[in-house]
Each structure stands twice: as structure tokens, then as C-alpha cells.
């Protein structure tokens, strides 16, 4: 049954693309010949959310998804299909699972809105560009972005795909900061989602922490709202192409495929740094970041070792739209027991994370461009519970 609902997504999606070569030389007659594949499509799609729907009779109604497909134009849906073709195409071959619940995500949200959906993909993005490296002051970038207000958006005219809370753990790094905020506040606005910025800052003494940032920042967005879904994103690691969708999906997604640092490759397999984006659900699941790594590195192949530990893959579904640039700064002092703990990462995963948090919050403050969040990380604690944990 599975598989025959696969060769009917398949066949809707080469159609759709051919549907496309067609519309480049066509006119008069052709057209109604056009107009009949545009209603096969349609069908093919209809009955497939139908079988869908029926096979999980105890889930959503899909009828207004189905009447969001129809009210589609007949080239957003072509592109809608070259998006799921395009995911195909490489490592991952896209479930009827995943494709139902990243419509369902969606169809929970808007569940009783009056807007119409913001359009999917969206329609007015550049692709790539190179960063805008200029240092800004904050007053000026106040200027530009007058749409941000207390370090959140959401379309006005629209109901957004989802709503999503940037985490950046951060420390000492103003001018990064500013680049920052200059080049990725414009591309989310253009991919017309809701989003919150949170920058969450260790104050100085003990190593940074980035891992435990992440946990404090996830925490302290989902006080505010609750989001559909979560960004963690290194400060200095941007993405170049507003075609790598800050989104969600029912598998943590890897955006950072391409980094300059890394000659616009993928350093290896499992790196899961740079920018990474979790569902609430799947963060919590995974009992968000391990709190143990001080200084450089370690809890991002600690975080591949918890996604694995649950069933869930990296994917990559915007790779060939990966690229991003890196904004230098000092190099980071590499020394330290991080490799001692990544021993252990597989042992301690569910007593080590989200659930033992332990911070002392000192300012939250609601800044234009972003929310500020500021916090005191005492090592000895922290280290404590590890060492409880190993002795067990
Ligand atoms: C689904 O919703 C439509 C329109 O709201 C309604 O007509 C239909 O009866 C519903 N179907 C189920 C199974 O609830
Ligand atoms: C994708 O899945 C279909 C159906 O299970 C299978 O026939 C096909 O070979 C798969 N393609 C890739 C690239 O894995
Ligand atoms: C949907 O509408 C109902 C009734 O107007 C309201 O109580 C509820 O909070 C709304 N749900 C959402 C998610 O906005
Ligand atoms: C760089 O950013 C500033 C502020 O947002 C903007 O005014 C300027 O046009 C950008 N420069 C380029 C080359 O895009
Ligand atoms: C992003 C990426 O690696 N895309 C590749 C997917 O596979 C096709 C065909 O094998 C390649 O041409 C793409 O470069």
C-alpha cells in the first residue's frame, strides 16, 4: 500500500516538471492540453491526501490542505514538486510519513486562522548572494529592520509556515554580532516566516559554553511563545542563499552544508555545527545539548550522538542552497577534556541536557533586533553532576 502511494507521489512530481517544460513553447491548443495535465495533477494530488488521509482516519482533517493545493497557482505547485523532487534526489528519498506530518506541522498552526497561508516556497527570494560584511552601528540596523520590534517578526498579511526562535550563544563578539543581524534578519523576513532572534550571552570567567547557551536559549524562547521551531546558530556562520529555508521538519535539519572555512565543503559526515534547526519535540526528545563541554568544540558530535540515540537523521534537504560564509575572529584556544566527555556521551545523554539545567538568568531584555539574555554558568556545578553521573 505504502509503496504504491510512493509511485503516485513520484508520478505527480515528474509530472509537475514536465507540466513546466511544456508551458515554455505552448499556445493556442496546446494550452487546453495543458489546462487537462494541470487538472491531472490536481486529481493525482487530491487522491493521494485522500488515501493519506484515510490510512491515518485518526489524524487532522486534511480537506483544507487539499483546498490550499487546489487554490495554489499551477506554478507554485510545479515548484512545490521540483522542492520535494530536489530533496529526492540525492540521500534522502522523502517518506509518505515526513511528507504528511511537515503538512500537518502546518496545518496545526493555522488551524483556526482567518489569513491565507504565506506562500510555499516563498516567492520573492534573491538566492545566493554574497554576505554584507560592513560593521553597522545597532542604531542604524534599528533603521533598516523597522519590522523587527522587541527581536521578533511575523507577517502581517499572512499566516507564516512556522514560527521559528534563532538561538546564537554568544560572548565578546560585537562586530560579528552586527554582520550578523544585517544578513540573516533579511533572509528570513524574505522566506515570510514568524521568528524571534535570542542572543544568549555566558558572562566572562569560566570557558564558554556553547551547548548549555543553546538549552538556556531554547528554555527562555519557549517562555515567550511557543514555537514550532528551533534554530541553532553559530554567530559567525551565515548562510549565503535565502533558499535554505530556516525550517523544521519531522528530522533535525543540517543547514551549514557548505562552509566557506571548510573551502564551501562539508568537513565530514556527521558535523552537525554551524546552523542546525530542531522541532520543539525533537529537541526536547533528544534532552536538547549536553551541558558538560567548556571551550571549544565536542558538544555538536555529542548533540550527533543524541539524535542518533533517537532514531533521527541529519538531513541535508537545502544542500546544493548550503553555502555559507564564515566572519572571522581570533581562533578559539582548542585545549581542553572535551574528548574524555565525548567518551561518555552515549552513557549520559538522558540525565545530562535539557532536564538538569541549572542557570542563573541576570538580565532578559527585549531589544529592537533581538532579545538579550544574559547568564551566569557556574562550572563546579555543572561538573558536579557530571561526576555524580560517571560514578553511577
Ligand atoms: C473535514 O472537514 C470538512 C470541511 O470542514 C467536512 O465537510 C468534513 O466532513 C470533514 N471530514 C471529517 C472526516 O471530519
Ligand atoms: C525511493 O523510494 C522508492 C520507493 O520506495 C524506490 O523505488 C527508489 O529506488 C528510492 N530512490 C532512491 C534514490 O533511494
Ligand atoms: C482558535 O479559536 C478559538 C475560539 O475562537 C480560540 O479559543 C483558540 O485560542 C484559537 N486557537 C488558536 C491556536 O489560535
Ligand atoms: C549592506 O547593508 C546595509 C544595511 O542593511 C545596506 O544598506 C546596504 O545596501 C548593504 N550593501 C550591499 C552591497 O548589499
Ligand atoms: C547538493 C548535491 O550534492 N547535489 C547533487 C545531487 O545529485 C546530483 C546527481 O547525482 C548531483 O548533480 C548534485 O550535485
Known amino acids: 500500500m505504502f509503496s504504491q502511494l510512493c509511485a503516485q507521489v513520484s508520478r505527480v512530481s515528474r509530472m509537475g516538471l514536465s507540466a513546466k517544460k511544456i508551458a515554455g513553447g505552448c499556445e493556442g491548443t496546446c494550452l487546453i492540453g495543458l489546462l487537462i495535465s494541470a487538472t491531472l495533477v490536481y486529481a493525482l494530488n487530491l487522491k493521494f491526501y485522500h488515501s493519506i488521509s484515510k490510512i491515518h482516519g485518526n489524524m487532522q482533517n486534511l480537506s483544507d490542505i487539499i483546498q490550499q493545493t487546489l487554490s495554489q497557482t499551477l506554478s507554485q505547485r510545479v515548484i512545490w514538486n521540483e522542492l520535494i523532487h530536489d530533496r529526492n534526489s540525492n540521500n534522502s528519498n522523502i517518506t509518505l510519513e515526513q511528507y504528511r506530518n511537515s503538512n500537518t506541522l502546518e496545518h496545526d498552526r493555522n488551524a483556526n486562522n482567518t489569513l491565507g497561508r504565506c506562500s510555499w516556497p516563498p516567492k520573492y527570494l534573491h538566492g545566493r548572494e554574497k554576505l554584507n560584511r560592513t560593521v553597522f552601528d545597532l542604531e542604524d540596523l534599528n533603521q533598516v529592520f523597522t519590522f523587527m520590534k522587541d527581536g521578533h517578526y511575523k507577517p502581517t498579511n499572512c499566516t507564516p509556515k512556522q514560527s521559528v526562535a534563532i538561538i546564537v550563544p554568544y560572548r565578546d563578539r560585537e562586530p560579528q554580532m552586527k554582520i550578523f543581524l544585517n544578513n540573516v534578519i533579511p533572509r528570513i ?12 550571552e555566558q558572562t566572562s570567567g569560566v570557558p564558554f ?24 546558530h553559530d554567530l559567525d556562520i551565515l548562510p549565503e542563499d535565502d533558499r535554505n529555508f530556516y525550517t523544521c521538519d519531522v528530522n533535525p535539519i543540517h543547514m551549514a552544508v557548505k562552509v566557506e572555512q571548510f573551502k564551501y565543503n562539508l568537513p565530514y559526515e556527521g558535523f552537525a555545527g554551524g546552523v542546525t534547526t530542531f522541532s520543539k519535540l525533537q529537541y526536547e526528545k533528544i534532552n536538547g545539548f549536553s551541558n558538560q563541554y567548556f571551550g571549544w568544540g565536542g558538544e555538536d558530535d555529542d548533540l550527533f550522538t543524541r539524535m542518533k540515540k533517537n532514531d533521527y537523521s541529519l538531513i541535508r534537504p537545502f544542500e546544493e542552497f548550503g553555502h555559507c560564509g564564515s566572519v572571522k575572529h581570533q581562533q578559539a584556544n582548542k585545549k581542553n577534556d572535551r574528548l574524555k566527555i565525548l567518551k561518555y556521551a552515549h552513557k549520559i545523554w538522558q540525565k545530562d541536557g535539557l532536564n538538569n539545567l541549572q542557570y542563573n538568568l541576570l538580565i532578559k531584555r527585549l531589544k529592537q533586533l533581538y532579545v538579550w539574555i544574559y547568564v551566569n554558568i557556574d562550572m563546579v556545578n555543572v561538573r558536579k553532576s557530571l561526576d555524580m553521573k560517571l560514578n553511577k
Open 209 to 232: 559554553n556553547r551547548g548549555m547557551l543553546s538549552n538556556i536559549g531554547f528554555k527562555e524562547a519557549m517562555l515567550d511563545m511557543k514555537y514550532d521551531c528551533i534554530v541553532i
Open 189 to 200: 523576513y524574505r522566506q515570510q516566516l514568524e521568528f524571534g532572534i535570542y542572543i544568549v
